[in-house]
T-cell receptor
Framework: SQQGEEDPQALSIQEGENATMNCSYKTSINNLQWYRQNSGRGLVHLILIRSNEREKHSGRLRVTLDTSKKSSSLLITASRAADTASYFCASIQGAQKLVFGQGTRLTINP | DTEVTQTPKHLVMGMTNKKSLKCEQHMGHRAMYWYKQKAKKPPELMFVYSYEKLSINESVPSRFSPECPNSSLLNLHLHALQPEDSALYLC????????????????FGQGTRLTVV
């Protein structure tokens, strides 16, 4: 079973705008991770936020975590055409299962 | 070397064929995963190997048979597949598990695009 629900399922914005994606999860977590997948290829790890952190930055990425609401958001600032991809949140279920949310398909229009 | 290498990149097989997918990593990771991904869907976990032992099987049909010959290699043996098994098969590895205090960031291969005819 998949861990999270993400919204929106698809997002289309103009280059230079900011993109925000949300993820909700059901079970308690130790950390929450975000991955990017370019069309039909492998996933690339973007950022990990631990359960005792509320916000984390990495370059143009900003991730927030609200454990009381069991939700996380990924913000990509100053978007570029190369950011066009699917974005997934993921968390560990039990001790060993890395489980992915439904994903957001992001399209950046030039 | 932070790569996970999967071969082949593409595979077309008949329903009576036997084939194998291969995955290799040289990062010393002790957790390895197989995922199946259908178009516009998230990756679905199939198997987890921990220290070369199968630790999780997500009720995967027996026509999929995983094997971990050593700490760097992971195979997925395929036999008598159905057309609905056509998908992108992804291998991933991570240092280990949270329970061991290890980093759970996963590194993915580029996948094998499997078509069953």
């Amino acid at each position: 079973s998949q861990q999270g629900e993400e919204d929106p399922q698809a997002l289309s914005i103009q280059e230079g705008e900011n993109a925000t994606m949300n993820c909700s999860y059901k079970t308690s977590i130790n950390n929450l991770q975000w991955y990017r997948q370019n069309s039909g290829r492998g996933l690339v790890h973007l950022i990990l936020i631990r359960s005792n952190e509320r916000e984390k930055h990495s370059g143009r990425l900003r991730v927030t975590l609200d454990t009381s609401k069991k939700s996380s958001s990924l913000l990509i600032t100053a978007s570029r055409a190369a950011d066009t991809a699917s974005y997934f949140c993921a968390s560990i279920q039990g001790a060993q299962k890395l489980v992915f949310g439904q994903g957001t398909r992001l399209t950046i229009n030039p | 070397d932070t790569e996970v290498t999967q071969t082949p990149k593409h595979l077309v097989m008949g329903m009576t064929n036997k084939k194998s997918l291969k995955c290799e990593q040289h990062m010393g990771h002790r957790a390895m995963y197989w995922y199946k991904q259908k178009a516009k869907k998230p990756p679905e976990l199939m198997f987890v190997y921990s220290y070369e032992k199968l630790s999780i099987n997500e009720s995967v049909p027996s026509r999929f048979s995983p094997e971990c010959p050593n700490s760097s290699l992971l195979n997925l043996h395929l036999h008598a597949l159905q057309p609905e098994d056509s998908a992108l098969y992804l291998c991933a590895s991570s240092q280990g598990f949270i329970s061991a205090g290890l980093n759970t960031e996963a590194f993915f291969g580029q996948g094998t695009r499997l078509t069953v005819v």
